[in-house]
């Protein structure tokens, strides 16, 4: 209760001063991007480890955890997860009832799935625009064009509105970094003040009791246990915070210590409460072991230690891929902030070389604001480039000290000259049309045909009702079990009439994530499956459905190579964008045969197709095709 009525003091929205229509015109944007819905499927993470595994608990489903959730040894934490999807999927479940009844609505359909968490999580990134807002407050900044740049990023239109870890991560690190500015804020009013009287009054403000320590700490323990990389994070702004102090006489060595040794044992209670949770959680502690209060070492569920033994072993790594130590610098960085990430990677390689040849009275000033948000960017991107294994998402929290630092590069003040104007208006052109750019891309054109797909397969199986329905995808990113509803296969059901008769429901929905594996190893994978379900039609009369799932740009390897294996592929759906980058189109020749119609296919060498009719092929091929697959006539012969 504590930590809640210091986070809404924090956050308290006294005195808000009035925002540009700009702003809120983006913000509406935000929510709308979210209800149309964003089809674009950026990484598997942002189901996976999360809303999959947290729906199949509170929705009683049957869903996909991974390894990360596997008890034996998890390296995910489960609290975080819950409090962030647990309201809105309870809002499903509670209220569903009622919608069907009262308006006809289902909510356990894969739009209300989909949309009602992320709306969810789309309204609590409004904390990470109050944050900045409210720094800039403090320290007489303009919050106009920050906020403007803030909600046109897609980092804020399309990250901040998923289920990812590090959207979490991004709102924790907000938070941290406004109690910090607020708690450096008020130690700066501290210098000025001569009367002893005064000093004593102030240095008892909340901001400098221990209530504030209870608050810094138990944000960093959240922090740590949604995502261990979170010490990277909150490296910088901890140690501006124990530091501060350090600038008054007052204060020595030893009261450092003791500031260092209170946040610790401040955090020791969160700690201890969120190792309980994730013990109760994946089984290691029972009501058993409450009762006798025996309890061993190998009772604790510490999953931030579980996740550091994970990841420092290269052999675990090597399979979610190793990268270059420079990624983050070269590609990550652009690719997220485009613009405004240019202009800190040259402005920071600029204070590297003055700091190198100690021209020290060119650079910002350390116990500063600046100075913080200089070290909370740079911090976590050199830490997390330490690590072989990095992925863009790693990085979006910093997004908030990148634009207090280099927000108003992108917008001409009264003291610019003409040059440097329409500098400004170019690179923030730049920024707005990049950003739209990549809006389209992650939201709605990347791995975007998945969603539409399970959209229909909800359907399908909904539809056919005791038909065992088998979907193999290739080339795709896996599908999220949780949109389909699945019956839950691990619930005991008690007959009513005999207590002593306890079943499980069987099975009738099977998915095969074949990933990218080549398709020679796919299509026998597709005829042991084909086989056993022909084996029950003829035995047991169950009927059955064998969908594939697999780009376009497949399609004529996939014909070619099911001929081989006596089957036959009928083109069911297709869904319109979708882009794989595991099988990215070939640009077509001159001669290319997939670009005529089947009907028409020709010899090759009499056809002769032009620029713009190979364009037109090139971004038809951007599409998921769905195919029925049936044992051809010569195997059935």
Known sequence: ??????????????????????????????????????????????????????????????????????????IRNIFVPKMVLGPPLHFIRIVNPYTMYYLNIDLKTPYYLLVIPRLFICLLSLINDYCLYRICILYGQNFRTRLKLFASSYVALVYCCRSFSNTFEMT?????????????????????????IERVKLSHLPEH????????????VIGIFNRPTFVGFAFAPVIFWLLKELEFKIVNLKDFTHRIFIFIMCGVPTGMLLIIVDSVYYGHIT????????????????????????????????????HPWWLHLVVNVPLLFNVLGVLALVSITGNTYRFIRGQYNKLPRIQSITGLMLFSLVTPVAVLSLFPHQEARFII???????????????????????????????????????????????????????????????????????????????????????????????????????EDKYRLASTTFLYNQGSIPLDELFIKIDDVLTNAEMLLHKDRQ???????SPCSLEKKFRDTASNHYVDLTEEFLYYPHLSMEAFPEFPSDHDQSCVETSSRMDEFSINLNIFQRVSCFFNKFCLKIYRIRPSGKFKN
């Open 1 to 74: 209760m504590f930590l809640k009525r210091a986070l809404f003091k924090a956050i308290s929205f006294k005195n808000l001063i009035k925002l540009p229509v700009s702003y809120w015109l983006l913000v509406i944007i935000r929510f709308a991007l979210t209800i149309v819905p964003q089809n674009g499927y950026i990484h598997p993470d942002e189901f996976f480890q999360s809303i999959e595994v947290v729906s199949g608990d509170i929705l009683d489903v049957d869903v996909i955890r991974t390894w990360e959730f596997n008890p034996k040894f998890p």
């Open 172 to 196: 924790l690190f907000s938070l941290l970094l406004l109690f910090v500015a607020k708690c450096m804020r008020n130690s700066n009013k501290y210098k000025p003040i001569t009367s002893s």
């Open 209 to 220: 009791s221990l209530n504030c320590n209870r608050v810094l700490s138990s944000l960093v």
């Open 287 to 322: 009501m058993a072991d409450v009762e006798s209060l025996k309890f061993s070492w190998g009772s604790w569920v510490v999953t931030p230690l579980n996740f550091i033994l994970y990841n420092i072993d290269t052999k675990n790594l090597t399979q979610h891929g190793l």
């Open 397 to 499: 929290p910093v997004l908030i000290p990148l634009i207090y630092l280099y927000g108003n590069h992108l917008h001409p003040n009264e003291t610019d000259g003409a040059k440097s104007r329409r500098l400004k208006n170019i690179l923030r052109i730049c920024w707005y049309c990049l950003n739209v750019l990549l809006i389209v891309f992650f939201g709605f054109i990347h791995q975007g045909g998945i969603y539409p797909f399970s959209n229909s397969l909800y359907r399908e199986i909904k539809s056919n009702h005791g038909i065992h329905t088998h979907v193999v995808t290739s080339h795709i990113y896996t599908i999220p079990a949780f949109l389909l509803q699945l019956e839950n296969k691990t619930q005991i059901w008690i007959d009513g009439r005999k207590i």
């Open 543 to 549: 009927q059955y459905k064998f969908y594939i799932a």
